[in-house]
């Protein structure tokens, strides 16, 4: 993993990952069905929201989270204590890069806005298809910030955009990586290889919806400005002027948001 999470790990931030997971829980889990029954792992569950909403909609469903960081593990102990004392939900302390699980442990292995974060992508989804079993499937929903945009455009939303990026790449992550999965998976060896578009888009068609997530953007720029402050990227100027564009944006709703995020679908390799 990087040597530190860009977006802090205050409660504020906790509470934000939950409020992240809600609104983008449309796009992430469109088309899935993991079914009724088996074992699922999160890599780099956090603090346990996604999970929240899987064993909410697939009940049948054994679920293991694993997360390097203690204090986000911390806050997923709170949200799954139910599910967790009925055995549904188990929480491992532990880093991606080598999971203390059995090989061939598991029917599906999901990340979900992961691989930005980590060192070494490769290793992580080398680690991921090991404790998959034979015939299961890894579910990897990842960043490719190429892909994020106003129109018209927002300049100063921009530039925060290509800040933060630059930050996480500094920090050792890959703000990029969505383009780079199925070659990972093809030189993994991996079968049965599948890459999707997940397009995330805020139009005046939906203005409930286009609210949300312009509430989601402007909360998840901000909660960089720590990181990138101390990276001597941004000012007060310039949180002043993020905060101007998306007003601007909320007051005209002819100014649409399109992003792109990628989906990998693969089973392990024989």
């Known amino acids: 993993m990087t040597s530190d999470y860009i977006h802090g790990y205050s409660r504020r931030e906790q509470q934000r990952l939950v409020a992240q997971a809600r609104v983008l829980a449309p796009h992430v889990f469109a088309g899935l069905d993991l079914g009724t029954g088996g074992r699922l792992l999160e890599i780099g569950c956090g ?14 469903l ?6 390097r960081s203690a204090h986000h593990l911390a806050a997923a102990h709170d949200r799954l204590a139910s599910a967790i004392a009925e055995d549904r939900v188990r929480l ?9 699980f059995a090989t061939g442990c598991f029917d599906r292995v999901m990340t979900v806005w992961l691989l930005e974060h980590v060192a070494d992508p490769t290793r992580v989804l080398a680690e991921a298809l090991r404790v ?32 933060l990026n630059a930050c996480q790449a500094d920090a050792g992550g890959h703000p990029f990586i969505g383009g780079h999965l199925y070659r990972i998976a093809k030189d ?18 939906d203005p409930a919806r286009r609210a949300l997530q312009l509430d989601y953007l402007e909360d998840l ?9 101390a990276a001597q990227l941004v000012g ?24 792109f995020a990628v989906r990998l679908r693969c089973q392990t390799p024989r």
Do not use: M
Request: glycine share 8%; net charge negative; charged share 20%.
């Open 47 to 60: 603090v346990g929201a996604e999970l929240d909403l899987i064993h909410r909609q697939w009940p049948g």
């Open 62 to 67: 054994t679920l293991t989270g694993i997360d």
């Open 92 to 100: 491992v302390h532990g880093k991606a890069e080598r999971l203390p």
């Open 132 to 163: 998959l079993a034979p015939d299961g499937e890894l579910i990897c929903t990842e960043v490719d910030n190429r892909c994020f945009g106003f129109t018209p455009a927002r300049p100063a939303i921009a530039a925060w955009w290509r800040y």
């Open 188 to 205: 993994l060896g991996a079968r049965r290889i599948a890459t999707e578009t997940i397009a995330v888009i805020a139009s005046q068609l």
């Open 221 to 229: 720029l901000l909660s960089a400005a720590p990181s990138l402050a």
């Open 236 to 259: 007060g100027g310039d949180i002043a002027a993020l905060k101007a564009d998306f007003a601007a944006a909320r007051a005209d709703e002819t100014i649409e948001f399109r992003y």
